[in-house]
């Protein structure tokens, strides 16, 4: 037997032999369906692949970002080593800047490598107690501060001595006794500072402790930093200059600086708990990144683990940071952008998937009677397959390589892991349309002529659509189901990867918004046909001709799934990014609105304590502060209290001011509710002024505000909010205060959200007063449309916090504003490969269309009425996709909007409400309306010149 007659036995198989002329034929002869499907390939690998390197970037530019606004510094506090002489005195210990250094270096061996290579060079600071100057002028303050950078990092801080020198050693004397007359000290002082006191070299400051004793602290020189900027003056601002409000309302700030030589003299000038020693590490930004945050995070958990008692009075290291809780907010941030982007590249992928497929139908149809011919002439069915994988894998990946190219131009590290569905699609769909079409040409089987054998052979075929519907159904419900039970985030947040590596185990949540309109497409293909039918029916009893022939084919053609199903899931997923867009940003202006508490808002305490009582990364992009001083009892200062309502007269003559209201705002008052200790946000304002302001902004009202009339001699009614359910309205209430009984409250409603606290008391500011508790503003809400001039021209009096800063910074946030820049790009691409769906589909009927059409034109149909006709035929899915696709789009941002954990990026403490923007929805039915108007005229411009003669031959398209 010979090889070939081997080959040819029915028990071995032969090679495949693709024809390779007809492969180069069928590629040039349809280049224009080929290239339109490379081009989807291709733009769609580009965004898949560019998306995932730029998520990394910009969630290393959130962490980054939250820990500079946060600051978080590593620091570390230990007691200091008993000075307990042999003679009941206190020993002078010369070498104690030796000892700070030792001390910095025990700290810098405990972080361990991987903290330090994220922290900056550290700071040693030895600082004293506030100090108050007693020379009779306006309230002022002084501390005494020492300042130690690491060798290796410079040493320092340098100054520059421009008068007498620094600071030198006392008295040399071996012990001190504890009763003994005030101990001397020098310090330097900045030129500022000098100046503010009217003091010069060899002058005296007079100083004296809480406990009003008497401290001696000389002058020995005045100096001027080398380098203002350097981090470790950071750490003592008033070091080099006065500054205002560090020690409540009113008050000024000063400093002196303590050398080497002087600092034993300063450590017998005060008792141990007067004098603290402290290292502090600030975290380094730029060496940051998103995938290094959570080994970080653990370890600092670890080392504060590890940390002495605050009670403990020893030596030991006890270690304080928010550090760790910054890096876990923003990953968890970083998580939801990460979930978020998926969902909007799978309904991108969807889509192009099912663009894809039309194409490959459409390329299918054209060459339906090559490949019948092909198979006729006794082409195998493997070889026109492989032929025809050949043609199409070359071009997917081809085309997905320049995607990919282009991506890596916008990104260097793009990835591929995205685009693999889009590329298996472009290179399978198209064979295996083709290879069906050629076996169906060319079957010897008939049609049976038993009516029961044909409705058997039809209900299978509706069996099997049917059980594709159900698995398709079935999916959306899994999905839907898995979205509300656990949300899109992962039990994990930290650990997620999202789209950064390609689809994960999340995938199935991710897809919620894709499988649901493909699920809601499939419930209007099965009533699409209904329709037609009706509207033919109502058409056939008309005497205009037109509607007729337009129902007519619109019926006919209203079976075909693909077209409908791409028109309608790209409107869908199209609005429903336009949703989530529209949602996302009237979150962010609802959490500003809600931060700022008016148009613009005036801080009158801008202490460092102040400025963030609060996670910072709680609202991405904030930097603005919440309101109020960080105080542990509220206590009035007399200063602001007079000043205070002058400065809100002069805000309130501004031009464009409409209202101005005062309050005083104390972070972490001393509550006791129910016998258990709390801590929130104590507000006290004119309930009837704030009710206005209220009404006046979009923040929610409180009809409670009424219930807070002023009190006799019972208990103060109160209003309470809290996050978990601690304070309650019904509920009694004590406000503790120092040196002074504590003020009975009572819950009588539900409180406003003020600021981003969690947990707010608020009560009237007459009903405090007549308690025994007057109040001491030190916040302005200002609303109007001159508020943030007005505040602004007096922001010297306090720290201006403006509405459009506020929100300008949040949408500026890396996180925020690269997802809003991803929905937008994912609604126009989805319009984009609608629009597409909707070219491909009607190309794909053109030839059938058309060719009824010019017969039709030799019983007297005249080109307009033919256009008229054709556009009959192509409306009814495309009014079908206008108008269902954006309601569809609507309800699936309504269902899904909520698990996707929108507030965790505008700032919120609960999910933003739904805004559906209209008109941008009604954008994407006037684009798909306006797309027909144009392909009816280019078709028929493209078929005039068909001869009749070509048309009414049979079988010619």
């Given at each position: 037997m010979s090889v070939r007659a081997a080959l040819r036995s029915p028990g071995l198989r032969r090679p495949l032999a693709p024809h390779w002329p007809s492969v180069r034929g069928r590629a040039l002869t349809d280049a224009g369906p080929l290239l339109l499907a490379a081009a989807v390939v291709a733009a769609v690998t580009l965004l898949a692949g560019a998306v995932p390197p730029l998520l990394r970037a910009t969630a290393d530019e959130a962490v980054q970002d939250a820990v500079r606004r946060a600051g978080s510094e590593v620091v570390v506090h230990a007691g200091w080593e008993h000075d307990d002489g042999p003679g009941g005195g206190r020993v002078r210990t010369p070498s104690?800047?030796?000892?700070?250094?030792?001390?910095?270096?025990?700290?810098?061996?405990?972080?361990?490598?991987?903290?330090?290579?994220?922290?900056?060079?550290?700071?040693?600071?030895?600082?004293?107690?506030?100090?108050?100057?007693?020379?009779?002028?306006?309230?002022?303050?002084?501390?005494?501060?020492?300042?130690a950078k690491a060798p290796n990092a410079g040493g320092g801080p340098h100054v520059t001595w421009i008068a007498g020198?620094?600071?030198?050693?006392?008295?040399?004397?071996?012990?001190?006794?504890?009763?003994?007359?005030?101990?001397?000290?020098?310090?330097?002082?900045?030129?500022?500072?000098?100046?503010?006191?009217?003091?010069?070299?060899?002058?005296?400051?007079?100083?004296?402790?809480?406990?009003?004793?008497?401290?001696?602290?000389?002058?020995?020189?005045?100096?001027?930093?080398?380098?203002?900027?350097?981090?470790?003056?950071?750490?003592?601002?008033?070091?080099?200059?006065?500054?205002?409000?560090?020690?409540?309302?009113?008050?000024?700030?000063?400093?002196?600086?303590?050398?080497?030589?002087?600092?034993?003299?300063?450590?017998?000038?005060?008792?141990?708990?007067?004098?603290?020693?402290?290292?502090?590490?600030?975290?380094?930004?730029?060496?940051?990144?998103?995938?290094?945050?959570?080994?970080?995070?653990?370890?600092?958990v670890a080392l504060k683990a590890a940390s002495a008692s605050s009670g403990d009075l020893g030596s030991s290291l006890k270690w304080e940071t928010r550090f760790d809780a910054v890096l876990r907010d923003v990953r968890t941030q970083v998580g939801a952008a990460s979930a978020q982007a998926s969902v909007l590249l799978i309904d991108v992928l969807a889509v192009a998937i099912l663009v894809l497929l039309l194409a490959a139908d459409l390329l299918v149809r054209r060459r339906a009677?090559?490949?019948?011919?092909?198979?006729?002439?006794?082409?195998?069915?493997?070889?026109?397959?492989?032929?025809?994988?050949?043609?199409?894998?070359?071009?997917?990946?081809?085309?997905?390589?320049?995607?990919?190219?282009?991506?890596?131009?916008?990104?260097?590290?793009?990835?591929?892991?995205?685009?693999?569905?889009?590329?298996?699609?472009?290179?399978?769909?198209?064979?295996?349309?083709?290879?069906?079409?050629?076996?169906?040409?060319?079957?010897?089987?008939?049609?049976?002529?038993?009516?029961?054998?044909?409705?058997?052979?039809?209900?299978?075929?509706?069996?099997?659509?049917?059980?594709?519907?159900?698995?398709?159904?079935?999916?959306?419900?899994?999905?839907?189901?898995?979205?509300?039970?656990?949300?899109?985030?992962?039990?994990?947040?930290?650990?997620?990867?999202?789209?950064?590596?390609?689809p994960d185990?999340?995938?199935?949540?991710?897809?919620?918004?894709?499988?649901?309109?493909?699920?809601?497409?499939?419930?209007?293909?099965?009533?699409?046909p209904a329709g037609t039918r009706l509207v033919l029916k109502r058409a056939l009893r008309s005497r205009r001709p037109l509607a007729v022939f337009g129902s007519a084919r619109a019926a006919a053609t209203s079976?075909?799934?693909?077209?409908?199903?791409?028109?309608?899931?790209?409107?869908?997923?199209?609005?429903?990014?336009?949703?989530?867009?529209?949602?996302?940003?009237?979150?962010?202006?609802?959490?500003?609105?809600?931060?700022?508490?008016?148009?613009?808002?005036l801080d009158l305490t801008p202490g460092p304590a102040a400025s963030t009582p609060g996670p910072a990364t709680s609202t991405p992009g904030a930097t603005a502060p919440t309101p109020g001083p960080s105080a542990s009892t509220p206590a009035p200062t007399p200063g602001p209290a007079a000043a205070t309502p002058a400065l809100a007269r002069r805000i309130a003559a501004a031009p464009g001011v409409r209202q101005v209201v005062t309050a005083q705002v104390t972070d972490r008052a001393r509550v006791r509710a129910d016998s258990l200790a709390v801590a929130p946000r104590l507000v006290i304002v004119n309930a009837a002024e704030f009710q206005r302001l209220l009404a006046a902004t979009p923040l929610p009202g409180a009809p409670a505000l009424s219930r807070l009339v002023t009190a006799g001699h019972g208990d103060v009614p109160a209003l309470v909010r809290s996050s978990d359910g601690g304070l309650r309205p019904g509920m009694r209430l004590e406000l503790v205060r120092d040196g002074a009984p504590a003020i009975r409250l009572v819950a009588a409603g539900t409180a406003p959200?003020?600021?981003?606290?969690?947990?707010?008391?608020?009560?009237?500011?007459?009903?405090?007063?007549?308690?025994?508790?007057?109040?001491?503003?030190?916040?302005?809400?200002?609303?109007?449309?001159?508020?943030?001039?007005?505040?602004?021209?007096?922001?010297?009096?306090?720290?201006?916090?403006?509405?459009a800063d506020v929100l300008r910074e949040r949408r500026a946030a890396p996180l925020t504003s690269g997802l809003l820049r991803l929905a937008w790009a994912s609604a126009a691409a989805l319009l984009a490969l609608g629009l597409l769906g909707l070219v491909l589909g009607a190309a794909a009927?053109?030839?059938?269309?058309?060719?009824?059409?010019?017969?039709?034109?030799?019983?007297?149909?005249?080109?307009?009425?033919?256009?008229?006709?054709?556009?009959?035929?192509?409306?009814?899915?495309?009014?079908?996709?206008?108008?269902?696709?954006?309601?569809?789009?609507?309800?699936?941002?309504?269902?899904?909007?909520?698990?996707?954990?929108?507030?965790?990026?505008?700032?919120?403490?609960?999910?933003?409400?739904?805004?559906?923007?209209?008109?941008?929805?009604?954008?994407?039915?006037?684009?798909?309306?306006?797309?027909?108007?144009?392909?009816?005229?280019?078709?028929?411009?493209?078929?005039?010149?068909?001869?009749?003669?070509?048309?009414?031959?049979?079988?010619?398209?």
């Open positions: 104690l800047a030796e000892d700070i250094d030792g001390f910095r270096d025990k700290a810098i061996d405990a972080l361990g490598p991987r903290l330090l290579a994220v922290l900056r060079p550290p700071v040693a600071t030895v600082t004293s107690t506030v100090l108050t100057i007693t020379d009779g002028s306006v309230q002022r303050t002084f501390q005494l501060t020492y300042l020198g620094p600071p030198r050693a006392g008295v040399p004397v071996i012990e001190v006794p504890y009763d003994g007359t005030p101990w001397p000290v020098q310090v330097g002082l900045s030129e500022a500072d000098a100046g503010a006191l009217g003091v010069r070299p060899g002058d005296r400051i007079p100083l004296k402790d809480d406990q009003n004793n008497v401290k001696d602290v000389q002058v020995s020189g005045v100096f001027r930093a080398t380098d203002s900027a350097d981090p470790a003056w950071l750490l003592a601002p008033w070091l080099l200059r006065p500054v205002s409000g560090a020690d409540g309302a009113g008050s000024t700030r000063l400093a002196g600086l303590l050398s080497p030589d002087s600092l034993p003299d300063a450590r017998l000038a005060f008792d141990d708990d007067h004098l603290q020693r402290t290292v502090r590490f600030a975290p380094d930004p730029g060496a940051l990144t998103s995938d290094s945050a959570d080994a970080l995070a653990a370890t600092v009677p090559a490949l019948a011919a092909a198979r006729q002439r006794g082409a195998g069915l493997p070889d026109l397959g492989a032929e025809l994988v050949l043609e199409s894998a070359g071009v997917a990946i081809l085309a997905a390589a320049a995607g990919l190219a282009l991506a890596r131009t916008v990104a260097p590290d793009a990835s591929w892991g995205w685009a693999v569905p889009v590329v298996l699609a472009a290179a399978a769909a198209g064979p295996a349309f083709g290879t069906l079409a050629a076996a169906r040409a060319t079957r010897d089987r008939r049609v049976p002529a038993n009516r029961t054998a044909r409705r058997w052979a039809r209900r299978t075929r509706q069996l099997r659509r049917a059980t594709l519907e159900a698995a398709v159904m079935i999916a959306a419900v899994a999905a839907f189901v898995a979205l509300a039970q656990r949300g899109i985030l992962p039990a994990d947040p930290v650990g997620t990867a999202g789209p950064e590596s390609g185990g999340a995938t199935l949540p991710a897809s919620t918004p894709a499988l649901g309109a493909l699920a809601g497409t499939l419930v209007l293909l099965r009533l699409l079976a075909r799934v693909l077209p409908l199903l791409v028109l309608v899931t790209s409107a869908a997923l199209a609005s429903f990014a336009l949703t989530l867009d529209a949602t996302a940003g009237q979150g962010l202006a609802d959490g500003a609105w809600r931060t700022v508490g008016a148009d613009a808002r959200a003020i600021g981003d606290a969690d947990d707010v008391v608020l009560v009237d500011a007459a009903a405090v007063a007549a308690a025994g508790m007057p109040a001491v503003p030190n916040t302005v809400w200002v609303t109007g449309p001159g508020s943030a001039r007005a505040v602004a021209a007096n922001a010297g009096a306090g720290h201006a916090v403006l509405l009927s053109a030839p059938d269309r058309w060719q009824t059409l010019t017969r039709l034109r030799t019983l007297g149909l005249r080109p307009r009425d033919a256009r008229w006709v054709a556009a009959g035929e192509l409306l009814p899915p495309v009014l079908v996709a206008a108008v269902a696709g954006p309601l569809l789009g609507a309800l699936l941002a309504r269902l899904t909007l909520g698990p996707l954990a929108l507030r965790l990026l505008t700032g919120q403490a609960a999910d933003p409400a739904l805004a559906l923007s209209w008109w941008r929805l009604g954008l994407v039915a006037v684009a798909l309306l306006v797309t027909v108007v144009a392909v009816v005229p280019i078709e028929s411009r493209l078929r005039r010149r068909r001869r009749l003669s070509e048309v009414l031959r049979a079988g010619e398209g």
